[in-house]
């Protein structure tokens, strides 16, 4: 249950008798009790302003509780959700590999009017025999990036080692899907303001999903999108599946932005364009698609990621999509 409680409140002694979680607004206090609590105390109730039930343990990111999406403002002029109706484009190569490399990816970006550079410093691979990042100098070269061109920043977090640098370095924090459990980055995210982008874990309910999100919430963060990136399926001639079916449901019980991945969920560079489109037709926040200079020679995820020709192809694609549902690419 959620408690908008007084500030007159003790909220430390509310927030023991509760086993709650507190947020602190200008006005009132936020309480969040276990869900399975659905009562107040009697000599509670004098200082409780509103109540809110709930059925499970998605309780701020219910839209029971705020009723509309959430409003994420990277800056003043680049905002998902609320009521912005933006769809916005976040590109880039899977991994940083060379500053050379970057820079050309970047420079496509400021030239197709892209806002959001994303590539990975951290990979989470499936082998220790592969390319596993450049690390920190990885987010060296997006730094330099995002100062040389203006572009925002996204790179993904594998771990809690290296979460404080992730943070330091980036404008947007994303969480990746090994790591959608990872309590040590849940915490460390909820403690800051930078906005974060929340990976389905690819065997993750939809439950777990946004409970992970709550650990976000819960602590003080407001700025999280969920991204659905495909889960494992007995399929095997993609290379997951991409949940659209879960992404219906987010829509409508959670007032999170929602970002959608076609790239890694299909797996195949071929398929990207025509899973795109459905996902901006489901009218969503974000899209998060794998671009690069060379994708043959990629380091990482080679099969899935559009070249430029591919990419500028697609966008030109979206926009009417996005005007059939009311949504403007941005
Ligand atoms: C990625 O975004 O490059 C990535 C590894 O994604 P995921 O966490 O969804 O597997
Ligand atoms: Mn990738």
């Given at each position: 249950m959620i408690l908008h409680v007084q500030k007159k409140a003790n909220i430390a002694a509310l927030q023991d008798f509760y086993r709650a979680y507190s947020l602190e607004e200008k006005d009132h206090y936020v309480l969040i009790t276990p869900s399975a609590i659905k009562e107040v105390d009697e000599s509670h109730k004098k200082f409780v302003i509103d109540s809110f039930p709930m059925e499970s343990d998605i309780q701020l990111a219910n839209r029971k509780y705020i009723t509309s999406t959430r409003k994420i403002e990277f800056n003043e002029d680049l905002c998902i959700g609320g009521d912005t109706n933006n769809t916005l484009m976040i590109t880039g190569p899977c991994s940083v590999e060379s500053e050379e490399q970057i820079d050309t990816v970047a420079q496509f970006c400021v030239a197709q009017g892209i806002k959001v550079l994303r590539a990975g410093c951290y990979k989470p691979r499936t082998?220790?025999?592969t390319f596993q990042g450049l690390g920190h100098k990885g987010l060296i070269l997006l730094a330099k990036m995002r100062d040389k061109y203006g572009l925002k920043i996204i790179t993904e977090v594998k771990d809690a080692t290296h979460v404080d640098d992730v943070i330091e370095f980036t404008d947007i924090i994303q969480i990746g899907a090994k790591a959608m459990y990872d309590h040590g980055i849940l915490r460390a995210c909820s403690k800051i303001q930078k906005p974060i982008v929340l990976k389905r874990g690819f065997g993750s309910t939809l439950q777990e999903f946004v409970q992970s999100a709550e650990f976000i919430l819960s602590g003080g963060n407001n700025n999280v999108a969920l991204c659905e990136r495909g889960i494992r399926t007995?399929?095997?001639?993609?290379?997951?599946?991409?949940d659209l079916c879960g992404v219906a449901y987010l829509k409508e019980h959670t007032n999170l932005p929602i970002i959608l991945d076609p790239s890694h969920a299909m797996g195949y560079a071929y398929g990207v364009p025509d899973l795109t489109r459905a996902c901006v037709a489901m009218g969503i926040d974000g899209l998060l698609i794998e671009t690069h200079p060379n994708p043959k020679e990629?380091?990482?995820?080679?099969?899935?990621q559009l070249n430029f020709e591919e990419f500028i192809a697609l966008k030109k694609s979206l926009d009417k999509v996005a005007s059939a549902v009311g949504r403007k690419i941005v």
């Open positions: 082998s220790p025999y007995y399929e095997t001639k993609t290379r997951f599946t991409l990629a380091k990482s995820d080679a099969s899935q």
